[in-house]
């Protein structure tokens, strides 16, 4: 976060994007937000005469009666509490989790106490609820171990499990199978859709696939994945389904350190420092992969990315080093945009190198290659509105033997090329990776629309904004929006904001960046350029409000 003085200015803000006025000075405060906007669905109610109804209660009765018992809990403890001839209740829980699976029916839960467990686990089909204490705290997810012993995979599923099983709070170590040393999630054609998720899954083997997780096709949420081991896949092999806000780290393979074959949605996960000698952090991912922080994996072709075809759109590709070639993403042909890619290293292709797809709206930037091409090198695809500064290499520090980039702003460039400028991006603060454009940049309203683009850019935030001369998006991985405060004579506080026809918006405010009330409960667009708001309250703040802060909000 920011904070800056201006005395006799103002400034303002949309979308997360605080400011804020002061009796005598204006303090402009930029931070990230996450507005949450809740929506509410009515329920329908419909008649029926009195014969209906007895009918329908009837059937009820019938349904519930014949739909099995109420889903039951069961419970397993260390001994000596636990023991698997108990009952498997609170007071006298069984000692093993495996009997707490075998006891168990679909739709039942088998909550397991802290402590460590050496045994091998196995749902056999069954769409049970396992979990620890507290899945919620680390301390109790830390606590409570299933260890493998090294006599096979920790977790096998038979692969017929739905997403109504859940396996949720464990440390799982200590497997080490031919696939998934960690958990096994079945084979062709039967693997889990079981939901997997606030565990720590760390320390297992597999010889050949998936040395923390195989075969896993639910959803992968929140865990830890970390110091596994594979030949292909250290940390995920061939898991389809939606893998999310994990932290994926410390996994090595020779193919593959963080994740291979994962065709799904991959977003919002940390993938740092897994190495291999292809494909560092990801490896033949063929799905969505988005708004994940790529960073400080290691490999000798592709640090970051290897040979991914799916769209990789809004991440973080950044500090990734290959020996040889292509130091953030190689041989990725899919669609590439709106992500910020810094600080890679390789011998060629620091950046980008043989991506022969579509590159869009990208910020690549400080990337060093040893010998060839510190952005991009060997690339034969489309390469628009992007940001290509601050890379360094012997030859071609920017872009070398690649098709010809368009609409794009890149450092010292003079050949040519369509809309192609060489003008300073102007970045908010690139000593602190902040690649935001200030208010200047040339690159402003200066890239194409190209009708391919993405609904939004690297925050969230929308595509082609009106950013002071044009309703044209901006070249680079971040739209800038216009954010104004202005005072009137009087002690109004005026505010413009960068707008989309159709759409309205509220107004808050708040004098401590906390307490935040509307201020504006509606304000309809002015249409695709900007739209104004005045606040007639500003002149009467009381003597001890110094400061009011602003957000606007898109409803």
């Not at 159709?502 to 201020?519: E, H, N, P």
Request: negative net charge; charged residues 15%; hydrophobic residues 35%.
């Amino acid at each position: 976060m920011t904070h800056r003085l201006y005395p006799l200015t103002m400034a303002a803000a949309v979308d997360g994007i605080i400011s804020s006025i002061l009796v005598g000075a204006v303090s402009h405060t930029n931070c990230a937000e996450n507005d949450t906007v809740h929506t509410t669905a009515e329920r329908g109610a419909s008649t029926m005469n009195l014969r209906t109804l007895r009918c329908a209660m009837s059937v009820f009765l019938l349904v519930s009666l014949s739909s099995g018992l109420i889903a039951a809990e069961w419970y397993v403890a260390p001994a000596p509490l636990g023991n698997d001839s108990n009952a498997g209740t609170n007071e006298s829980p069984f000692a093993t989790v495996q009997r707490g699976i075998d006891a168990s029916s679909d739709g039942d839960t088998v909550i397991v106490a802290q402590g460590t467990y050496v045994e091998k686990i196995h749902f056999n089909g069954k769409n049970t609820v396992l979990t620890s204490a507290d899945p919620l705290d680390p301390g109790v997810v830390g606590s409570t171990i299933i260890d493998g012993n090294r006599a096979g995979s920790v977790v096998t599923f038979s692969g017929t499990e739905t997403e109504a099983c859940i396996l949720s709070g464990f440390t799982i170590r200590n497997g080490e199978a031919d696939l998934g040393g960690g958990i096994c999630g079945g084979a062709d054609p039967n693997r889990t859709h079981a939901t997997i998720r606030n565990n720590m899954i760390g320390a297992n083997r597999a010889v050949e696939s998936g040395g923390g997780l195989y075969g896993c096709d639910g959803t992968i949420r929140n865990n830890t994945i970390a110091g596994n081991l594979a030949s292909r896949g250290g940390g995920l092999n061939l898991c389809n389904g939606t893998i999310e806000d994990n932290t994926i780290t410390a996994n090595s393979a020779y193919s593959a350190g963080g994740l291979r074959q994962c065709d799904g949605i991959i977003q919002n996960n940390i993938i740092s420092g897994n190495s291999a000698s292809w494909g560092g952090g990801l490896y033949y991912c063929n799905g969505i992969m988005r708004s994940n922080t790529i960073t400080g994996n290691f490999a000798t072709w592709g640090g970051g990315l290897y040979e991914c075809q799916g769209a990789i759109q809004s991440n973080t590709i950044s500090s990734n080093t290959a020996s040889i070639y292509g130091g953030g993403l190689v041989f990725c042909n899919g669609t590439i945009q709106s992500n910020i890619i810094r600080g890679n290293l390789a011998q060629e292709g620091a950046g980008l190198a043989s991506c022969h797809g579509t590159t869009h709206s990208n910020t690549i930037t400080t990337n060093t290659a040893g010998a060839y091409g510190g952005g991009l090198a060997y690339c034969e695809g489309t390469a628009r509105n992007c940001i290509i500064w601050g890379n360094t290499a012997l030859t071609g520090p920017q872009v070398y033997e690649s098709n010809m980039p368009t609409y794009s702003c890149i450092q010292e460039w003079s050949g040519g090329g369509e809309g192609n400028m060489a003008s300073q991006p102007e970045f908010l603060d690139p000593n602190a990776a902040d690649y935001r454009l200030q208010a200047g940049s040339p690159c402003i309203d200066a890239g194409y629309n190209d009708p391919a683009l993405p609904a939004t850019d690297i925050a969230g935030m929308h595509r082609i904004m009106f950013g002071g001369k044009s309703l044209t998006v901006d070249m680079g991985a971040y739209e800038y929006y216009v954010n104004a405060l202005s005072p009137e004579l009087g002690g109004n506080a005026v505010l413009t904001w960068s707008s989309l026809a159709g759409k309205t918006y509220s107004v808050l405010c708040c004098s401590d960046l906390v307490t935040w009330q509307t201020a504006a409960e509606t304000v309809p667009s002015l249409g695709d350029t900007t739209t104004t708001w005045t606040d007639t309250t500003a002149p009467f703040l009381s003597p001890s409000v110094r400061t009011r802060y602003y957000r606007t909000v898109e409803k």
